[in-house]
């Protein structure tokens, strides 16, 4: 039988034992947290976007387009057919494009492919959307039968184009200080490459340190 000094020896070692494998064990836990978890699991909806000048216009953008497209849907009879072709592809195409963007932001899946330059993406739809809606508006203004649904469409077409172009204006300034930002960085960044290069010229004893 074991003594007292004995036993308590051995629990000694054991809970020494059990603290070192709990600590230095190669097979620990493989759980990560839900938050750093990817997939369609991991999309969360960004209320600061949606809240934010950018995300209220965006949705005015698609309500806009949408009701346009409506209202281009509605008129039973046009001529020529032309102009209401196309204020029907301008819409169902600013609705569309306009639409995926929105979703991109808002849920931050534009964060996920960064190989696209998202601003730059958004600045020419809203350039495109703004000069093609006020074409269709002009066109579709001057050959409408002066229906209740072709004056709705027209309407709706200008008011989109205004959407547009606030969102153009906006977009181009945000652009402009994206580029003097980076700009500035760097011109900075050799700025500060340059004086290292020169503290190592004049100081030689840094090169044979290095060596």
């Known amino acids: 039988m074991r003594n007292g000094d004995d036993l308590e020896g051995f629990d000694g070692e054991a809970s020494s034992t059990s603290m070192i494998s709990g600590t230095s064990s190669p097979y620990q836990p493989t759980t990560e947290p839900v938050s750093q978890r990817r997939g369609l699991g991991g999309l969360r909806c960004d209320l600061d976007y949606l809240r ?20 281009i849907e509605a008129i039973m009879e046009c001529c020529p057919w032309e102009g209401l072709y196309f ?7 600013a609705l569309v494009v306009t639409g995926v963007l929105l979703l991109m932001f808002s849920l931050n899946l534009h964060t996920r ?29 001057a050959l409408n039968h002066k229906t209740g649904a072709e004056i709705a469409a027209a309407v709706f077409g200008f008011l989109a184009m205004a959407v547009y172009a606030v969102n153009t204006y906006l977009a181009v300034k945000k652009w402009r200080m994206n580029s003097r930002q980076q700009s500035s960085r760097q011109t900075s960044d050799y700025i500060r490459a340059r004086t290292e290069s020169r503290e190592v010229d004049h100081h030689p004893e840094i090169q044979r340190l290095d060596a």
């Open 113 to 141: 492919i960064p190989q696209i330059n998202w601003n730059l993406t958004d600045l020419v739809n809203t350039g495109l959307s703004t000069f093609f809606f006020f074409i269709a508006s002009v066109v579709l203004a």
């Open 52 to 71: 934010g000048t950018f995300g209220k216009i965006k949705v005015a953008e698609v309500v806009l387009a949408l009701i346009a497209f409506i209202c």
């Open 87 to 93: 204020f029907e592809f301008v819409s169902c195409s």
